[in-house]
């Protein structure tokens, strides 16, 4: 142990063999080299084509380039009443733009913009939102845009960029305030470019036309090379049967109604009868197609139209289908004579019907009833339709039927309602259900629904579907008809009858009153049921009602139907039975019939004339086709080959 050195203790020999690493690091190389040649064979083998596609993509795009949408112009194809044009988005990034500079940028901007009053609220809300970027103005036109740019060019504002973009205009005004003119008939086109409502959804596809679709592609020698994929097609451009005119005028004075009368909505359509024109159809209150995202959040629920959305109880406008029933039936005729009681019982004297001035007027004719609105006579007309009150109410839910009650007319225009019918055959109708029904209580119609079936009434039997649009890229929409609702003998019939009703009663006859002109209608009054009237009971409301008039007038014959409603108005009580509005349906009825004169130019026939003799209106079509239970018609031939010339 001596002799061993001291070096040795103190500095012992360190192995210096590295096998065990190496071996590590050949096994962690090996494993490196697996994993490389793996990913080199999935990208080889199994991935080869997604990733030849993926550099393919690189070095190649799709050009879609979509054609402008189609335009819409009114009956005359010269009053544009839709079309496309360039805009300018503007945007701001309220990031870029100082707290306490905001409101000052606000104003400044409703300046150039020239908007309307309020802007600058608007705007400043936009910039104080919180958002990274907001948009100021959909689309502003040329002159604003050159503004804008002129002063952030001087720096006068930052924060701001205009993108141009492709914007639907509706640069008619509306005949209310606020308007466009047909907003509600025309619907309007959102910003992804979708048709909404009206003409604009129920044509969009057309209107919007195909994107031609190309593919440019650059190959590895840097050669450029386009296939097209799709070549597209520009969207048709419509002519509508509206004229712009009358429907203006139409706007106008239902405007005025609806404020007078107090009233929560007015319509109107205005209808040639035997081809199924619609010529005006409006509402009140309505909204600016160009600014619907403004009706978008303070209340959405103008987009719809109610002449084909709402549904409700039109009252006694209904008589004329319980009158029609019973002459196809050979149980009554214009003449004959019911007792018109104070009361009727009905289902062994559990229920009873009245009056609406709770009167009786004795013996009665079928007519005098119908002017006087007699709901007591109706109630026995149609109960005698049948041996049975099963067999009448049959009867009477047949007539309906093929006048399209309960059905849609097939209008073309998005978002139309069928309105609401119970089958007698499926829920059991009894006498109460049975009478109510005869005069427009218990079944729910739409305005364009009544219009249809009174043009049915007038124009000798035939059920045409209504359409407002006349043609498409100049090409005429046929004529279609859905079949026949009665025969040519009822329907002179009823418009004799429906002419009496304004002759007979004076209330008619002094406010309704078109002179040296023939003309006809029917009024309807009703009521308006709430469910909850009273701590969750039901009731019916008795301030406010539905007025409805359905009218027709012509030189010598019906050559256009106007039907209108006042929703939810709010009458003066004169008597029992009896409520009095500023503006009677009647009486708007009498304004546009007038307006209709004077923008046309009709002048009265010649009192030695007994024909028809209006240009417009050479007969009427009487196909033998039963009405067909679903939607849809079948196409007229020309006017000359129908009518000989």
């Known amino acids: 142990m001596n002799n061993v050195p001291q070096s040795r203790l103190t500095n012992p020999v360190v192995r210096t063999d590295s096998r065990p690493r190496t071996k590590v690091t050949a096994a962690l190389i090996a494993l490196a080299a697996i994993v490389c040649l793996a990913r080199l064979l999935q990208w080889q083998v199994i991935e080869r084509d997604r990733l030849l596609a993926a550099a393919a993509s690189q070095s190649s795009a799709s050009i ?34 100082a707290a306490s500079e905001r409101p000052a940028v606000a104003a400044r901007l409703a300046e150039l913009i020239g908007g309307e009053a309020g802007d600058s609220e608007r705007i400043r809300a936009l910039l104080e939102s919180g958002r990274t970027r907001v948009t100021i103005h959909p689309g502003v036109d040329d002159a604003a845009a050159e503004r804008i740019q002129s002063a952030v060019s001087s720096g006068e504002l930052t924060g701001l960029s205009l993108e141009q973009v492709r914007l639907r205009s509706y640069p008619q005004p509306g005949g209310s305030p606020g308007t466009s003119l047909a907003s509600q008939v025309l619907g309007f086109v959102n910003s992804d470019g979708l ?60 405007a005025v109604a609806g404020v007078a009368d107090l009233a ?46 709402s549904v409700y109880e039109p009252g006694s406008v209904m008589k004329a289908l319980t009158a029609t029933a019973a002459l196809e039936e050979g149980v009554a005729s214009p003449s004959t004579i019911y007792n018109d009681e104070r009361v009727l019982y009905l289902d062994d004297g559990v229920t009873r019907v009245r009056n609406s001035d709770l009167k009786s007027r004795g013996p009665i004719s079928m007519t005098e009833a119908l002017a006087y609105s007699r709901n007591i006579v109706f109630s026995k007309v149609a109960l005698s339709l049948g041996d049975t009150t099963t067999a009448a109410a049959n009867r009477l839910y047949a007539t309906w039927l093929r006048f399209g009650v309960g059905g849609r007319t097939g209008v073309d225009l998005a978002g139309e309602n069928q309105g609401i019918v119970r089958d007698p055959s499926e829920t059991r109708w009894r006498q109460i259900d049975l009478a109510n029904a005869s005069f427009g209580q218990g079944v729910g119609v739409t305005l364009m629904q009544l219009a249809t079936f009174y043009s049915s009434l007038v124009n000798g039997g035939v059920l045409v579907r209504p359409r407002v649009v006349a043609a498409v890229n100049g090409v005429p929409t046929p004529i279609t008809v859905r079949g026949t609702a009665t025969t040519p003998a009822v329907s002179r019939q009823m418009i004799q009858m429906t002419s009496s009703v304004l002759q007979i009663a004076p209330f008619y006859r002094q406010a309704a009153a078109i002179p040296s002109f023939v003309y006809g209608g029917k009024t309807g009054t009703a009521q308006i049921w709430m469910p909850d009237a009273k701590n969750g009971v039901g009731a019916y409301d008795q301030e406010h009602f539905n007025f409805t008039f359905i009218g027709w007038f012509g030189r010598t014959a019906p050559e256009y139907v106007i039907a209108t409603t006042i929703h939810h108005a709010t009458p003066k ?73």
């Not at 009140?284 to 109610?306: H, L």
């Open 64 to 97: 879609v380039q979509s054609p402008p949408r189609g335009t819409i112009t009114d009956s005359s194809g010269v009053v544009v009443l839709a079309t496309t044009v360039m805009r300018y988005r503007l945007t701001a990034l309220p990031g870029r733009i």
């Open 195 to 254: 048709g909404q409502y009206g003409v604009e959804g129920y044509y969009d596809e057309a209107l919007a036309g195909s994107a031609r679709v190309t593919d440019v592609s650059r190959d590895t020698s840097g050669n450029l090379s386009t296939v097209e994929v799709a070549a597209g097609h520009p969207g048709v451009d419509l002519q509508l049967c509206i004229d712009a005119r009358i429907q203006s005028m139409v706007e106008q004075e239902i």
């Open 264 to 309: 929560d909505s007015v319509s109107m359509v205005v209808m040639d009868p035997y081809t199924g024109a619609v010529i005006a159809s409006a509402s009140w209150p309505s909204f600016d197609g160009n600014s619907y995202g403004v009706t978008a959040a303070r209340d959405p629920s103008r987009f719809m139209d109610p002449a084909i959305s």
């Open 573 to 645: 009580h004169m008597a029992v039975g009896w409520w009095q509005n500023k503006i009677e349906s009647w009486e708007l009825f009498r304004r546009v019939a007038q307006d209709i004169i004077s923008v046309y130019g009709i002048t009265p026939a010649a009192v030695s004339d007994s024909r028809s003799t209006s240009p417009a209106h050479p007969g009427s079509p009487g196909p033998s086709a039963p009405v067909a239970p679903a939607v849809g018609g079948v196409s007229l031939p020309t006017r000359r080959e129908a009518w000989g010339g």
